[in-house]
């Protein structure tokens, strides 16, 4: 079963609360947590976990890597 987004979002709040996470760890997870939370804003319809690609391009659409063709 995959994870949705809410349930992402908790899962990185928890990590937060532990004291003995890495400074390292910790930027990560705040990054993260910015970024999904960011995305839950940009998409309230949606509650799939989206991928890094997904949060990358939700910030920055106009990223050679977002960027979408039509054939």
């Given at each position: 079963m995959s994870k949705t987004l809410q349930q992402h979002i908790n899962d990185d709040r928890d990590e937060l609360e532990?004291?003995?996470i890495s400074?390292?760890?910790r930027r990560h997870i705040e990054d993260e947590l910015d970024a999904l939370e960011q995305y839950q804003v940009n998409h309230p319809d949606?509650?799939?976990?989206p991928n890094s690609l997904e949060l990358?391009?939700?910030?920055?659409?106009d990223?050679?890597?977002c960027r979408v063709y039509d054939d």
């Open positions: 532990n004291p003995v400074s390292q760890r949606e509650d799939h976990d990358f391009c939700d910030t920055h659409p990223a050679l890597e």
